[in-house]
């Protein structure tokens, strides 16, 4: 499709679990999860860890809840709602531009990551030319993925860190790595 991105080719490499880390503590799980993704970046820049993945955590997710009665009131459907969250997520290619030989690309990255965000988006102009936005007629939510997993260790809420070592690496090494990581 013209949307479509350059494939990319990656060599496959076996890798296998050389250590888990728990990242715990008490703190509203937001603020762990972001923690938890700090260290993962921190250790997987380590010159002996190839790969870090966190686990035991869940995915953020935001909710919209739509008021009938904002609906009503501003003459508004759930396709228009739906319709305007769509037009203000774009993200592909808009075209390209040919100068002196060269090709330039051109893509709209207009995507929302933050409820707020969402809550911004214009559904429609009155007709005395003010803005309805989504958060006038929805309540939206930064939140998470609902899942009755049970998130703990030594009774303290926590995210996993299973780093992981490819073919050829020196697990010890990756275990001092972490070590010397956690120590400081």
């Known amino acids: 499709p013209d949307s479509a ?43 002996d860890i190839s790969v870090v993945y966190a686990t035991n955590t869940r995915d ?13 009131k501003h003459n508004l459907t759930f396709g228009d709602i739906r319709d305007a969250i769509q ?18 690309r051109i893509r709209s990255i207009d995507k929302r990551y933050a409820g707020p965000e969402f809550g911004e988006i214009v559904i429609k102009a009155t007709a005395n030319g ?26 303290a809420a926590c995210a996993m860190l299973r780093v992981e070592k490819a073919d050829g690496e020196d697990a ?6 972490i070590q010397d990581y956690i120590d400081q």
């Open 5 to 47: 991105e350059r494939p990319r080719v990656t060599q496959f490499r076996n890798s296998e679990q050389a250590a888990m880390v728990a990242v715990c503590g008490d703190l509203p799980e937001r603020q762990l999860k972001d923690f938890a993704d700090r260290v993962r970046e921190d250790l997987q820049q380590l010159p």
């Open 60 to 72: 953020y997710e935001i909710s919209i809840e739509i008021s009938e009665a904002e609906l009503l």
């Open 87 to 104: 037009r203000s997520s774009l993200n592909g290619a808009l075209g390209e531009i040919r100068l002196d030989g060269e090709e330039v």
């Open 130 to 155: 003010q803005a309805v936005r989504l958060r006038d007629v929805a309540t939206v939510r930064d939140g998470f993925v609902e899942d009755d997993t049970y998130r703990s260790f030594n009774d």
């Open 172 to 177: 010890i090494a990756s275990v001092d790595a």
